[in-house]
């Protein structure tokens, strides 16, 4: 459905996205074509993998980096970095959700094409890095933060949850009230959802 793919357009530092500011990072990109726009295309090459353990929870994702070039209206794609992204979870209840954010801890990158000749990755990894920590996990945690329903009956809300990850599993237990009432007479329902 497209929701793991993003077309980056805007970064804090936009000359990032000129071949201009990359003339000393990757100097035939420049040569070939200078002082041209960019994007960059991120997409998740598979679903993200979830471990949750009792102390905490990680996460890995693969992506596939597009570097692309605009020029003259035409959208040009010169190459490829797949990426694997390493961060960790934290989870919290946001009203009748369950919400979170992630940090990320590390990646690592390889050249999977290139149009413009061998790229020394080692000079592009702290410009890939600035675009996931300012970029890729903002939009992450920005979809995260609004968090995922549980499974409750309409019309009641989740009261003094708690939540309890153990391996393989997240449980939320919780006592539960009338959403429309001050009325404390509360039943107390485990929830358990399972991630793999």
Not at 16 to 35: H, V
Not at 105 to 128: A, C, D, E, H
Not at 149 to 170: D, Q, R, Y
């Amino acid at each position: 459905a497209e929701f793991m793919q993003w077309t980056v357009d805007k970064v804090p530092d936009q000359s990032l996205l000129n071949t201009a500011g990359w003339r000393f990072i990757i100097p035939q990109l420049y040569r070939k074509y200078p002082n041209d726009d960019m994007n960059l295309n991120i997409s998740l090459s598979s679903p993200p993998v979830i471990r949750v353990a009792e102390d905490n929870i990680d996460a890995t994702v693969h992506a596939d980096l597009i570097i692309d070039v605009l020029e003259s209206g035409e959208v040009i794609p010169v190459a490829c970095i797949s990426l694997v992204i390493h961060g960790s979870c934290s989870v919290k209840i946001l009203r009748n959700n369950l919400g979170g954010s992630v940090k990320l801890n590390g990646f690592t990158m390889s050249l999977t094409w290139s149009k413009i000749g061998k790229l020394r990755l080692y000079l592009i990894q702290p410009v890939v890095w600035a675009v996931i920590q300012t970029v890729f996990v903002p939009y992450v945690n920005s979809h995260l933060g609004q968090g995922f329903p549980l499974p409750i009956i309409h019309g009641f809300t989740v009261k003094s949850a708690e939540i309890i990850c153990s391996s393989s599993k997240i449980t939320v237990c919780s006592d539960v009230a009338y959403a429309d009432s001050h009325n404390l007479n509360q039943i107390f329902i485990p929830f358990s959802n399972r991630y793999t």
